[in-house]
């Protein structure tokens, strides 16, 4: 089975910065694409930003130039640095990996839980 465990969420103030986790773990041999996804109540899932393994990403252009994705391979693992935050913002964020679990095997997507964060004064 894989796991994906999201931490870091909270509640920061418009302006502040926050920076949220995602560790992927279980029986992985190799992850390709690794994402960050947000919902917002009332509010479809939006894609936030994704890092590839080698390392190319991709934002939202409503976070361009406030977000930072980055990954680390050998921790299974992906960090969305978040400056000047918005109430926009606020929502569920959630992450999803590409994951193939044996050498031989087809990738399958894998989700987390999700962490809240809020942006409020």
């Known amino acids: ?13 418009p302006g502040g910065s926050l ?3 995602c560790v992927a773990s279980g029986s992985i041999f190799s992850i390709n694409v690794m994402v960050w996804y947000r919902q917002a109540p009332g509010k479809q899932r ?4 994704d890092v590839t393994s080698g390392g190319s990403s991709n934002y939202a252009d409503s976070v361009k130039g406030r977000f930072t994705i980055y990954r680390d391979n050998a921790k299974n693992t992906i960090y969305l640095q ?14 999803k990996a590409l994951v193939r679990r044996e050498a031989w095997s087809r990738e399958y ?3 987390g839980q999700g962490t809240q964060i809020t942006v409020s004064s």
């Open 82 to 95: 978040m400056n000047n935050m918005e109430p926009e913002d606020t929502g569920v964020y959630l992450c």
């Open 1 to 13: 089975q894989v796991q994906l465990v999201e931490s870091g969420g909270g509640l920061v103030q």
């Open 19 to 21: 920076r949220v986790t």
């Open 46 to 49: 939006e894609l936030v930003a």
């Open 109 to 111: 997507n894998y989700w």
